[in-house]
């Protein structure tokens, strides 16, 4: 790490030594461009709140701050402040792998330290750090003696607004993040309309709150997004919608086992309650203020995962082609209506080596295998799913060893696949010898997968139970030497700046829907959303890259809603250090030739020394370059939703005097989502720092380009 400079200054004025500290109810901190301020204060009756101005303007107007608990009075009011610390702070890190290579945190610090004035004198204190791309601010419960250990039902964090933003939201589902994100006045926002999606797996969702990170654009043009950073030891935060005030109270994901929300010893810090402020939409992915709330790496050396994108027997079962266990029973039909299929099993030994070979001569690095391993047909849509898997024992026309060995022949690296029925009890006693399994087969990675309702039940995927869950397959993980892609996960909130072995993660309603959804699948707009909003937290595991859009050969009553130029867009604009090429290799050829296009997937790169978002306007189209980190050669993706679209580029980003060979692929004149999806056309120029283009994106289309230096 190089820290450029870090100040430390203890606010406490000669007046508060002399012991004046019941004086001090009113206290600011500004941002280090001073754009964004944070006043906070105690009311008459001793409850503190705070307030938040952009450039003098209120943005989150008086937002009081509590907490409740089982068998103990509430921590609300009655309290004083004690005394103060600041800090400023501007340091730079080195990202290990990531969107860009090296991260600025650039910071005002306060923490308020707060006594009740009751015979208890318990204890809080409340730490702000003001960046100048946002705040954050959590809870710090200092080691007391008469406050050792708490049952936290509430935690009631308000967030005032000073208007009807329009709202880009998600219910505030206790298990699943895998809804269509919508839009709509605050005011309108209901959740509770969301309920008993007929796709989902698992979800509940007990009241009118919506799940983060939440996107809002003022009536002033001003960009919001509420989040949380280091999720530890907690539960997730939802936000319970007031619509009528347009406010909102954190509300956290409970467990019925408990009886409460969260659990905690003190000491204790809760995770970081996050605002980030933007001028430009753009501004909020370029941000890097949720890493930034995070510790540093505290696991070392990485250097066992590499940035790769990767091929994977995966794909066909979401269409109907196979299906994952050995009867040939359990494909998507099995998985969205419990009635078995006729398909034949997907993972085997041939049809494994089939991929490897497309892989090798293709470049690329990685072979994701689902299926392999016994117990697929009883994974889902029963009770009785304790330990159906066991992660080392293939399906007999499945030879571990021979693939294995042939993938190593052809430096293709194969990826692990646990999916653990959402049964993480009995996944946490199998993890040792599952991942001594990997490391002795030279497995340096795992997909991880919860799909169902938790066992045991009154657990949610998204309460303390889980979160401590998810935690610990990352610690067990780190010491194996092991990376981590979870699916069915909590929330991302910047904690591969802390484990980066935590490398990417699904948590979004992602490409699978497009093959079985019931409402048709993902809309145009969903992906030039999702890169405002849950692109914000961290990198996805989207799986993008399919080529045959409409799949009539296997189903024909879904369909991708995209072109196959915005499928190649996705390689730029959906940020992963792992990306599927998801379709099957046969769909990647054409007249017996690599299809034109594939060129485009095998030359992006995964791991970037640079990101900078060009243009986009959230729901509408999104332009994002990329320089990648060891060859420097730029790649732009551009994506629209339903709308046709002109996108004007410029490459002022281009190093001075230096010439480009540019190649682009994008939408032909009659390219359609729906329609045409397929069309799509290549051309080659020359660009320099002062070149423009202007590209025409079709309805539900996009564009890639590749930029190398002549």
Known sequence: MKKQQIFILILITSILLTGCQKNITNLKLNSPDENISVDFALSSKGQPFYVVHYKDKKIIDTSYMSFDFKDLASLKDNFKIINTATAAVDETWAMPWGEQEQVRDHYNALIINLEEQSDLKRKLSIHFKVFNDGIGFRYEFPEQSNLEEILIT???????????????????????????????????????????NPDLAATYIPENAINTPVTMKTADGLYLSFHEADLTNYSDMTLKIDPENLGMTSELVGSEILGGKAEVKLPFNTPWRSIQIAEK??????????????????????????????????????????TWDLEGSQDMNTYTTGKKGSSKHGA???????????????????LLVEGWNTGWDKWINTDDREGVFDFMTPYPDYNFDEVMAYASEKNVEVIM??????????????????????????MNSVKTGYVGKIIPKGEYHHGQWMVNHYHHVLEEAAKKEIAINAHEPIKDTGKRRTYPNAISREGLRGQEFNAWASDGGNPPNHLPTIAFTRMLAGPIDFTPGIFNIKFNEYKTENELN???????????????????????????????????????????GVDWQKTKVLDGEVGDFVIIARQEKTSGNWFLGGITNEDTRTANLSFDFLEPNEAYKAVIYKDAPDAHWDTNPEAYEIDELELNTTSTLTIQLAPGGGFAISIMKK
Do not use: C
Not at 360 to 365: A, Q, V
Not at 418 to 439: C, G, I, L, V, W
């Open 154 to 196: 509430a935690e009631n964090t308000e967030f005032n607004l000073t208007g009807d933003h329009t709202v880009w939201w998600l219910p505030g589902d206790w298990d699943n993040y895998e809804h269509l994100y919508n839009e709509s006045y605050f005011s309108k926002i209901d959740a509770l309309s969301k309920r008993d």
């Open 281 to 322: 939409p753009g501004a909020l992915i370029e941000s890097k203020m949720i890493l930034n709330l995070n510790d540093p790496n505290i696991i070392g050396d990485v250097s066992y995962f590499t940035p790769m994108k990767y091929v994977g027997i995966w794909w066909e079962m979401h269409i109907g082609k196979s």
């Open 348 to 366: 085997t030994t041939e049809n494994a080596k089939k991929y490897i070979d497309f892989a090798s001569e293709n470049g690329i690095k990685g």
């Open 417 to 442: 696949h646990h999916e653990t029925s959402a049964a993480p009890r009995t996944y946490e006693k199998q993890m040792n010898e599952a991942y001594d399994f990997m490391k002795a087969n030279n």
């Open 562 to 604: 995209t072109t196959l130029a915005h499928q190649l867009a996705l390689y730029v604009v959906i940020y992963s250090p792992i990306q599927m090429v998801a379709d099957l290799p046969e769909h990647y050829m054409e007249n017996g030739q690599i299809h034109p296009a594939f060129q485009f997937i095998s030359d992006v």
